[in-house]
């Protein structure tokens, strides 16, 4: 039986709830810059191909004549459902010993401590808010890489084990001539004697300008740019444009490592580092980046695509016993139940990552031959 909150935490009130919620640093993972949020106001999403690269000339025509007609982009290949994407937590009747405890404890804790013991009641009534919030941006954290890193994302059983129970797959459709994998096996980044990062941005930078594409940004993990400065070809590229360039000791730093782009007139380095915890049925947690290893993502700007989100069922539904708190596209629901003494706190979101240009991404396999 569903009831309200207050009935099993008598001190929960709705506007502190919200308040707790707001002063909360909820961790900005970096999904947000590259797809900034995009509201639609139905339950698909739709990728439109962005105007990038080289622009369409207009015609020189003859006085009093009627101006030449252009063809339109039109939308890409992408479309489809939004998602939801949810996630609880339970506090149960060991967690209620807990509360009854701190409860007591701030009847008997002197002045000096009342402050202490009264802030760990607050956490432990609202806590899970948090907990919720972060739990769906890590989730959007871990699509916008796979879609960066890759151009589309798979659910599976392993990744999204206690969600959908078959393969999802939604791909945005970069041309393949858009993908470009290591000419040999000793090319690959990870052997570092015989890569030449240097010459494979070259190759991805002239295949873009084939198609009119300038890019101008290359988005890349930790760990492949550990690969590529340590290239020994790299490093002596780096030399040349570093100031005490001989005696440079150590790997470039990425800062060097842009100035060195730079002046090729090559795509600079955005490096994606982040990590995510996959929970399975069993309770086990796996970590992941999101990210596919080895992979470099070029673009013409570091806005990659969008968090296309709409406005959540639960949201709209007035009737229940839920109470109901917001951060940013995340509703937050709490309520209780009787048997056993339960408080379930949810959030949720409609939204997915989309990329914005599939024929202006190309993507570098260093690992890939």
């Known amino acids: 039986m569903a009831l309200n909150v207050n009935e099993l935490i008598p001190e929960f009130r709705l506007a502190d709830a919200q308040a707790f919620l707001e002063s909360q640093p909820i961790e900005q993972l970096q999904y947000s810059r590259h797809f900034p949020e995009q509201y639609t106001s139905d339950l698909s999403f739709s990728q439109i191909e962005a105007e990038t690269g080289a622009k369409v000339a207009a015609d020189v025509v003859a006085f009093n004549s009627r101006a030449p007609r252009k063809g339109r982009p039109l939308p890409g290949k992408a479309s489809g459902a939004i998602p939801k994407i949810e996630i609880a937590r339970d506090k149960v009747e060991t967690d209620f010993n807990t509360y009854r405890k701190l409860m007591n404890d701030l009847r008997l804790v002197n002045d000096t401590a009342y402050t202490n013991v009264a802030q760990q009641v607050v956490n432990w009534i609202y806590g899970d808010q948090t907990f919720v919030v972060n739990g ?19 659910l599976t059983l392993i990744n999204n084990e206690a969600g959908v129970q078959t393969k999802v797959d939604v791909d945005f459709g970069i041309p393949s001539g858009n993908i470009l994998k290591m000419a040999a096996a000793n090319r690959k980044w990870s052997v570092t004697a015989t890569s030449d990062p240097i010459a494979d941005f070259k190759r991805v930078r002239d295949e873009a300008r084939k198609s009119g594409k300038i890019l101008k940004y290359a988005t890349m993990d930790q760990a492949t740019f550990e690969n590529m400065v340590a290239s020994p070809a790299f490093q002596k590229a780096t030399a040349s444009y570093v100031a005490n360039a001989m005696n440079l000791q150590t790997q470039p730093s990425q ?9 090729a007139g090559l795509p600079t380095i955005i490096i994606w580092e982040s990590s995510v915890i996959i929970e399975g049925k069993d309770g086990s947690h796996t970590d992941n980046s999101g990210w596919v290893p080895g992979n470099i993502s070029f673009t013409v700007s570091d806005i990659i695509g969008s968090t296309q989100y709409t406005t959540s069922a639960d949201e709209f539904v007035q009737v229940g016993k839920a109470q109901k708190t917001k951060s940013g596209i995340v509703l937050v629901k709490t309520w209780g139940e009787e048997d056993p003494i339960t408080v379930i706190t949810k959030g949720v979101a409609y939204a997915t990552p989309v990329l914005s240009s599939a024929t202006g991404t190309f993507i570098l396999q260093t690992e890939v031959s």
Do not use: P
């Open 136 to 154: 769906v941006q890590a989730r959007l954290e871990w699509l916008a890489k796979q879609a960066a890193s890759q151009g589309k994302y798979s």
């Open 255 to 263: 800062e060097q490592a842009n100035m060195t782009l730079r002046a």
